[in-house]
């Protein structure tokens, strides 16, 4: 069973929708960060680089600690003038960026309540930032293109609708390259970087762990499996010690093939990564503002990039 045959489970009760919803719990989360009005934007700051865990389509309407540290999340940073999405739910032979001046809400799930089916989330596009990324990524010797008809899929809407749920910061997607080795995530996101100095915050979307055939959706209080806190505290280990080779060679890392039986959800951290570090590698300050499991198999650790 893939990921969308499973998503498809979820809501038509091999799994059951309600306990998807379980992939926002934790047993191990970090106190919600505190609220407060958003930061003013600021003209063209220097802007971290961010990953944040999605989990569970039901994330956009549930409210669980998760939910709660995404909404305070952006007293953090500065606002950005746009946002540039790494999705895991987006995967094509050549990168692509979204082009569209007013992309769709993309639904890539089945049979949930309908309550989600409703959700628009009506960010303008960027149409010449993502220009300005096809060329980057061009001319760093990666093939990418322009696509005008790609919306945005819930890994890029569900974790937004909480940390701008005005929906009026700008947002292109940029899509995960299939067939490629870890380390043309690394570069790619190397390419990126000096879009930090424009004001453009750099987003990437998965899960650090992400097994669903061996979750446990019915046991949100469970601790979580020991191969996968393993494999989680060895990201944690490996981003700290800024050892990028390692990162990128996932399938070697201890229990990373029952983390990610495919890789996706895992790819858009090795983006973060290179965008932080730039195109001479330098070493970022890294911090986890969120961490724990949910479903047992599901890490919804997030990391800050400065």
């Keep these: 069973m893939d990921r969308r045959e499973f998503l498809k489970a979820a809501g038509a009760g091999v799994i059951g929708a309600e306990a998807a919803a379980l992939l926002g719990c934790s047993s191990r989360e970090p106190e919600p960060a505190a609220r407060g009005r958003r930061e003013e934007p600021v003209s063209n700051p220097r ?11 039901m994330n956009a309407v549930e409210k669980n600690r998760f939910t709660e540290f995404l909404e305070g999340w952006p007293r953090q940073f500065p606002r950005p003038r746009a946002i540039l999405c790494v999705s895991a739910h987006w995967e094509t032979p050549e990168l692509a960026a979204t082009t569209s001046p007013r992309p769709e809400t993309v639904h890539d799930f089945w049979n949930f309540p309908e309550e989600l089916y409703r959700i628009r989330y009506p960010a303008p596009g960027d149409p010449a930032l993502a220009e300005k990324v096809v060329g980057l990524l061009r001319g760093a010797g990666l093939f990418a293109h322009e696509d005008g008809t790609r919306g945005l899929d819930h890994g890029t809407w569900s974790p937004l609708r909480r940390v701008y749920p005005e929906a009026d910061v700008p947002v292109v997607q940029l899509s995960l390259s299939t067939g490629v080795p870890g380390s043309r995530h ?3 996101g190397q390419a990126l970087a000096s879009l930090r100095d424009e004001g453009i915050l750099i987003l990437g979307s998965g899960n650090l762990v992400h097994n669903l055939l061996a979750a446990r959706l019915s046991d949100p209080s469970g601790e979580p499996e020991g191969w996968a806190e393993t494999f989680d505290d060895w990201v944690r280990e490996r981003t700290l010690a800024w050892d990028l080779d390692a990162l990128a060679a996932v399938e070697k890392a201890p229990f990373g093939r029952e983390s990610h039986p495919t890789a996706e959800h895992y790819w858009p951290l090795l983006v973060c990564a290179g965008a932080a570090a730039g195109p001479s590698g330098a070493r970022a300050k890294v911090s986890f503002p969120h961490e724990g499991f949910a479903g047992r198999t599901i890490s919804m650790r997030c990391v800050a990039f400065a």
């Design 186 to 188: 690394v570069q790619a």
């Design 47 to 57: 802007m971290p680089v961010l990953f944040t865990a999605h989990g569970s389509p």
